[in-house]
């Protein structure tokens, strides 16, 4: 199924520029306010365009231009799309987790004389991602169903071929299809979240001990 | 006597207009105790946290072991860290760790040693303060006092040349107290250089080879316990004592 392919590729490479970007906005000092400035006129701006505007001006603009090299494949351009939006929607998720960490944790690191990316690596960064475990699971179920925008550049996934479907035989159940398909998947990934949270508290937290 | 371990100098540091230290002169000898006492806001922990370089200064000279640290930068402030060993209040201990990966953190990643050998040095040290049986277990699962511990545990593992207490049984359970004093009575009998912020009067009269009374972000007297603490010279300090004493704690 297409839709999952899209999926896939697209929250690996999110969770990774997600936190490259949520990190180069948490960066302190003067030096980095260029950086800093960046980072959130990125963020202001692909969280304020509709994903289906993207979509549609890199997915039928891009391999309009028939530049050499620039790839034509309208899934190719549909993955960018949905990897530029959902990076700054996800990179704000991180930035809260980092910022919900206490200072004194980062005091307590560079206490040891942990440099600052190494105290961002071991002690904040651990804490900042567990914390915000639930809030990116909802991040990827949003992202699972925009894979359906992607019918907009007559990609036939799963949307489009109900369309089909549908208007091949008049019978609206197609949708209902799709609609199946889609809880099928994005249940599986809320269980598993819940898993996770109860497996991480367990192993912090005593029997005796109330959460 | 050889150099001394840590060195400071007219020490000033303001936050915005409050002056929170105003020329502090200290000066810790290599295994010597000093015991910092004073009212709360009166500067003990921003001269702790200066001292341990996490709070820049206004003015003034740090000198470490002969060495002036007061305007290092970048990889250098990580090196002076590794050298002084600071103690918080609030444990500060890192949750998602367990205790063995807590101690074992800073040699490993600050000193560069192997897993093994990290190891070792935390379970000995564990061990010493009767904390082995704790090694695996996460810091929310103990107590208070067990927690402090490992976070003195944890300072001890870079091996400091000085070690920064900042009033480390202040947030602890009454009953709890005694078992982190002790630990800290050891250390300074094993010699180790210690600079201790604390409201713990008895301990300071026992332990301290030497207190400093601050108020209002300048040492105002100092000299053996028995003499700041039972014959203080200065009226704020005998003021600061009486109600130490009202308070019950003395």
Known sequence: MINIKIFCISEVIILVTALVLAVLRSLPGPVFFPVRALAVVYTDFFRGVPTILVILMLGTGMPALGLAGVPTSQIFWAVVS??????????????????????????????????????????ILPQAVRRVVPPLLNDFIGLQKDTALVSVL???EVLQQSQIDEAATFNG????????????ITIPLARFTDWLIARDRRRRQAAGVPA | MSRPVLEVEGLHK???????LRGIDLALAEHEAVCLIGASGSGKSTLLRCINLLEPIDAGRIVLGGTDVTSVAGRTVNAVRRRIGIVFQAFNLFPHMSVLENVTLGPRKALGLSRGAARERATELLGRFGLADKRDEYPDRLSGGQQQRVAIVRALAMQPDLLLLDEVTSALDPELVAEVLNVMRELVEEGMTMLIATH??????????????LDDGAILEEGPPEQILDAPREPRTQQFLRRIVEAGRL
């Not at chain 1, 159940?173 to 099928?184: G, N, P, R």
């Not at chain 2, 303001?14 to 929170?20: A, H, I, P, R, T």
């Open chain 2, 14 to 20: 303001s936050f915005g207009k409050l002056e929170v």
């Open chain 1, 173 to 184: 159940t197609y949708y209902l299809v799709a609609a199946t398909l889609f809880v099928l």
């Open chain 1, 154 to 156: 007559g990609v036939v």
């Open chain 2, 200 to 213: 713990e009067m008895s301990f300071a009269r026992d332990v301290a080879h030497r207190v400093c009374f």
């Open chain 1, 82 to 123: 949905l990897v530029l939006v959902y990076t700054a929607y996800v990179s704000e998720v991180y930035r809260a987790g980092i910022e919900s960490v206490h200072p004194s944790q980062e005091a307590a690191a560079r206490s040891l004389g942990l440099s600052r990316f190494q105290a961002l690596r071991f002690v």
